[in-house]
Every structure is written in structure tokens, then in C-alpha cells.
């Protein structure tokens, strides 16, 4: 089954692969890597998801943010492909970012949120490292921001 049907059967849609807002580029390959920049939690209306997890989500939702920006990801990583997700070979490293208080522990099941659906859109190939990082304050005051690494075909 191809990475677009699995999307499709697992009723996910990709957002728009959204343009940069800063002085950056949002993908960049270099050799067989692609690199995708920062992906912030916005909702299916394009909404932002903003607050601070501990005080405004609980984990359950702030792990749901976490999936939102695994679908834009994705949708950059789509675009990025020439809208062909079988250039994908694996996924190398999730970095995720989760606004949250200071007492919040729970940033790796956040984070899970994105892991998750890479995993399961990309099978084994979805298979990463990765870092969940706590942080005060994110862009826009999203709750939840993801960046990845990819390796190419």
C-alpha cells in the first residue's frame, strides 16, 4: 500500500505545507537527508494551538498537538518529494518542543504524539531517535512544536 493510500485509510488529511514566516527555508535536503524545519501546532481549521501544557492542556490534548505537527511534517515532507512520499526511506530524528509549566514531566508523552503517527503512516521506516524538550515560551505561544530529519531515496 503507498504512504498516500495508508494516509487515506487511516482518514488523516495534510494541511497545506505552509510557507516560512521567517528568515528560513522550511525543508532543505542535502544528500540524502532532508531536513524539516520546526512544524507548530495548528489545528484543522488552521487554527493555532497555543497555551501552555500543565496549565491550559493536559497531556492527552498537548499529545494531540503533537500529532498536528506530525501531519504538517508530513505535508513537507510531501512537497519537499515532489508529492511522492515514497522517496521516504526512513525517518532519522524527531526533535520536539512542548510549552509547558514548570512542574509538567510528562514532555516525552507529548512528544509521542508525533512519534506515534510517523510510526504508524511509515511503518518501520518510521522508526526514530528523538528528543522531547521542555521550553518556556514557543513562537506564536503554540503548545507544541516538532522539527525532523529524513532520510531520501
Known amino acids: 500500500m503507498s504512504i498516500d493510500a495508508k494516509i487515506k485509510d487511516m482518514g488523516l488529511v495534510l494541511p497545506k505545507a505552509s510557507d516560512p514566516v521567517g528568515s528560513y527555508v522550511a525543508t532543505k535536503i542535502s544528500n540524502n537527508l532532508l531536513y ?7 489545528d484543522a481549521d488552521g487554527q493555532l494551538i497555543k497555551g501552555k501544557v500543565g496549565k491550559d492542556f493536559n497531556t492527552e490534548q498537548a499529545y494531540k498537538a503533537a500529532q498536528r505537527c506530525a501531519l504538517n511534517i508530513i505535508a513537507q515532507a510531501k512537497k519537499a518529494c515532489s508529492d ?4 521516504i526511506k526512513s525517518c532519522v530524528k524527531l526533535t520536539g518542543f512542548v510549552n509547558s509549566t514548570d512542574d509538567f514531566i510528562e514532555q516525552p508523552k507529548v512528544v509521542n504524539g508525533a512519534s506515534d503517527l510517523i510510526k504508524d503512516v511509515f511503518g518501520d521506516n518510521g ?8 521550553t518556556n515560551s514557543l513562537p506564536l505561544g503554540v503548545a507544541v512544536e516538532v522539527d525532523a530529519i529524513f532520510e531520501i531515496k
Do not use: E, F, K
Open 36 to 42: 524539516i524545519s520546526g512544524q507548530i501546532s495548528i
Open 84 to 87: 511522492d512520499l515514497s522517496r
Open 127 to 134: 522508526a526514530h531517535t528523538r528528543a522531547a524538550v521542555s
